[in-house]
Structure formats: C-alpha cells, structure tokens
Nanobody, 130 residues
Framework: QVQLVESGGGLVQPGGSLRLSCAAS????????VGWFRQAPGKEREFVAG???????????YYSDSVKGRFTISRDNAKNTVYLQMNSLKPEDTAVYYC????????????????????WGQGTQVTVSS
C-alpha cells in the first residue's frame, strides 16, 4: 500500500513558477512509476508528466505536449518524493494537480492512462492568474 500526499500548489501570476511535491509512504517508492495529472474545471483529468521507476526505466521521463519544455519531473528516492517543477505558467495550467503511482512499468501511451495507476493522492490546487 502506498499513500501519496501532494503539496506546493497555490496562486501564481502568468509567467511564474511553482514546484509541486508528491510525498509517498512506503520504503519501496523508488520501484514505482509516478505520474502527474491535472484536472481543470469542467474538463477531464489529463496526463502531465511521468517518471520511471528504478526497477523498470530509471531516469526515464515523459511529458504531454502541452507542458514539454516548461515542466520538469524529478524524484528524490531517498526522500520518497517526486517533484513537478512548473515554469512559464499560463492561465490554462490552472487545475487541481494529482500524483499517481504504479508498481509496474510505464511506457508510451500507458503513461497517460489513468486506469493504469493503482494509487492516487488527494490533489493540490494550482491557480495561474493576474
């Protein structure tokens, strides 16, 4: 069982930055693939970024086209934490951001499939507005 807790959300102006954290319980979090998703009001939840586990694809990252070049996912396995550094934020980035974890290997289109993830956090709100 893995419990995920997101933090770091808030209000930021367009062009600003935020860093989200996803802290996990459990000693084997490094063996989980982790994804960040977001859900804007009135829209479906969408994939944002993914980080491969040390078991299957260490160092592997995967991004949606909408955030590529602006967002960076990273992980500190010693701290059982995955981060999402968000730069050059836009109003359309406003959403609740969720992290999710999966013990299996994630690759290609599997990253963006919500049903592939076994564990989810409660979400953190990010609002980009002037």
């Amino acid at each position: 069982q893995v419990q995920l807790v997101e933090s770091g959300g808030g209000l930021v102006q367009p062009g600003g930055s935020l860093r989200l954290s996803c802290a996990a319980s459990g000693r084997t979090f490094s063996s989980y693939s982790v994804g960040w998703f977001r859900q804007a009001p009135g829209k479906e939840r969408e994939f944002v970024a993914g980080s491969g586990s040390i078991t299957w694809n260490p160092g592997n990252t995967y991004y949606s086209d909408s955030v590529k070049g602006r967002f960076t996912i990273s992980r500190d396995n010693a701290k059982n934490t995955v981060y999402l550094q968000m730069n050059s934020l836009k109003p359309e980035d406003t959403a609740v951001y969720y992290c999710a974890a999966e013990p299996g290997k994630m690759y290609g289109s599997r990253w963006s499939q919500q049903g592939e993830y076994d564990y989810w956090g409660q979400g953190t709100q990010v609002t980009v507005s002037s």
